[in-house]
């Protein structure tokens, strides 16, 4: 007598693990090249981040889109007979925060992002067998840790760009080690064969 079972998810998105690890290697590679090419441009937007309204509202309202589009399409199981009363919760909530939680909105939203980004990048993971994803797992759970303190303790983003930019070789070591992680996630892709 055979004793198991096996484990299978829906997958939302249909993101591969090589697609993945294209577009966050060359994220990385680009924007810390830009950061260090272009450093004090760079620093001056983002100090002024943190406390922007316009950019916050743009960010909030892509993350509110895209958490009412999981709502909206994804087989929500035994609650799925109470969909509607999701999007009316989520477009009011949506609503209230634009209202009341303007200060920090930016950092809020972009650790909504980062959470919201970090599902299908675990998912195009799930269940591959090669060593090298892990290095986008790890980043991945480090913007998941990242994204709670942001969505929690907003100023903690402000105080790490003023460290960061308050000496000339932090921001350079920033700026290297960002760009060897995107070098790396790229060979780890070209690795794979692809």
Same mark, same amino acid.
């Given at each position: 007598m055979r004793l198991g079972f096996s484990l299978r998810f829906p997958?939302?998105?249909?993101l591969t693990l090589e697609t993945a690890l294209l577009v966050v290697g060359s994220a990385l590679l680009i924007g810390h090249l830009v950061a260090l090419v272009f450093g004090? *441009?760079?620093?001056k937007q983002l100090r002024a981040f943190p406390r922007s309204v316009p950019a916050g509202v743009v960010l909030f309202i892509a993350a509110a889109g895209w958490f009412a589009g999981l709502v909206a399409f994804t087989d929500l199981g035994e609650f799925s007979s109470m969909r509607?009363? *999701?999007?009316i919760f989520t477009l009011v909530g949506s609503l209230l925060m634009l209202r009341f939680v303007l200060e920090f909105l930016s950092v809020r939203a972009l650790g909504m992002l980062l959470l919201l980004v970090a599902e299908p990048l675990l998912e195009a993971s799930w269940m591959r067998q090669e060593t090298g994803r892990l290095w986008l797992v790890g980043l991945v759970y480090g913007w998941i840790v990242a994204g709670l303190f942001f969505i929690g303790t907003p100023y903690v983003l402000r105080d790490a760009i003023e460290w960061v930019g308050a000496a000339a070789w932090r921001w350079r070591f920033v700026c290297v080690a960002g760009i060897a992680y995107g070098v790396l996630l790229l060979a780890t892709r070209s690795a794979m064969g692809v």
């Open positions: 997958m939302i998105y249909s004090t *441009f760079v620093q509607s009363k *999701f999007l």
